[in-house]
Structure formats: C-alpha cells, structure tokens
C-alpha cells in the first residue's frame, strides 16, 4: 500500500526559507516520478515541481523556478523540496504525489508565510 | 503554457442522477489527462490517468473519454460520498496545468 508522508510545514517569515521531506513507502521509491503539488488556502491545485525516478529531469512551475528546488535521496526513499525567497503568495498545503500521471498523493503539510 | 479550462465551474445533482464534466485544453494533449476528486480539508483522490483508464479501487461508476483537446469526466448513479471538487490535469508537457476546478454539489 502507498504511503507517502509529507513534513516540514510551518511558518516561516517573507524571504525565509523551508525544506519540505516527503517520505515514501509501500513501492519502489526508486522507480517512481515524484510531484509536488500546492493548495493555497480556498483555491484550486497548482502543480510546483516534477523529478524523474532516478533525478535526470526535473521541471518548476515558473512562479518557483530560480527559488524552490526538487530533489530525492533514493536509498532513503525520500522525496524533498526546498523553498528560498519564500513569499506570501506561497502559503499553501504542500502535497506530495507520485507517479506522472498521479497515482497517489500524501496528506499534505502546511506551509504560512507570514510576518 | 497549456490551459485547462473545466466546465461547468459548478453543478447541482439530486442522489442517483448522472453527471459529466468537461475538460477543454488549449491544445493537443493526446490522452495524458488524469481526473481528481478532492473533499473539504483533505488530499486529493486519483480517479482516472490517460484520459479513460481508471485508477486501482476506483469504482466503475467513474469513467473518462476523450483525446486531443476535449475530455469528459462522468460519475453514475451519484451518491452522498461523490459530492466533492473535481479537477483535470494535463501532463502532456510543462508545465503540468489543472483545470479550475468543478464543484459538485447536493441539489
């Protein structure tokens, strides 16, 4: 059963930074596309950044490129975000998910930016 | 960028009707097109990758169609349980784009 089990939300101040982790279970980590996917509070979904499965490729949304950046540590089945510069328009639920065409998501973790 | 533009944004369905919601996108997407369902305070669902093709424990009251630009979600015999926000989503290229969003709700 998939399991994928975001962390690291919180609040941070604007031009702060965060890491978000996002720890994967229940499949091969390690040959699967990863997504980070964002809600901002009474919104729609907006995609943030894809990986490959072995990290060769990965893709930002132009609202994040140049400030957040993808990652993934195979061996440990983990999934990471880290986020610069951050601003108020990104406060949001942060979700993992897995797989190209989503398969699976995590439950999400919050992240405020705020002063 | 390619755009996703859902339709209607909002529906009002008695229990039991059959519903179906539009995807338009602003150019050719072959069939890489997924469908979401997404409740008040949680995570989203997967309900349908590659235009038609459902996902594992999705029940066969879901079902997709469509390729190239236009795309169709349809949920039959609705229950209390499938009121809830549907999203598409193209992954054709980047950056991946959702639709708005349709909010189904009780009549």
């Known amino acids: 059963q998939v399991h994928l089990v975001e962390s690291g939300g919180g609040v941070v101040q604007p031009g702060g930074s965060l890491r978000l982790s996002c720890a994967a279970s229940?499949?091969?980590?390690?040959?699967?596309?990863m997504h980070w996917v964002r809600q901002a509070p009474d919104k729609g979904l907006e995609w943030v950044a894809f990986i490959r499965y072995d990290g060769s490729n990965k893709y930002y949304a132009d609202s994040v490129r140049g400030r957040f950046t993808i990652s993934r540590d195979n061996p440990k089945n983990t999934l990471h975000l880290q986020m610069n510069s951050l601003r108020g328009d990104d406060t949001a639920v942060y979700y993992c998910?897995?797989?190209?065409?989503?398969?699976?998501w995590g439950q999400g973790t919050l992240v405020t930016v705020s002063s | 960028d390619i755009q996703m533009t859902q339709s209607p944004s909002s529906l009002s369905a008695s229990v039991g009707d059959r519903v179906t919601i539009t995807c338009r996108a602003s150019q050719d997407i072959s069939n890489y097109l997924a469908w979401f369902q997404q409740k008040p305070g949680k995570a989203p669902k997967s309900l349908i990758y590659a235009a038609s093709s459902l996902q594992s424990g999705v029940p066969s009251k879901f079902s997709g169609s469509g390729s190239g630009t236009d795309f169709t979600l349809t949920i039959s015999s609705l229950q209390p349980e499938d009121f809830a926000t549907y999203y598409c989503q193209q992954y054709k290229g980047y950056p991946i784009t959702f639709g708005q969003g349709t909010r189904l709700e009780i009549k």
């Open positions: 998910a897995k797989a190209l065409g989503i398969d699976s």
């Open positions: 229940g499949f091969t980590f390690s040959r699967s596309d």
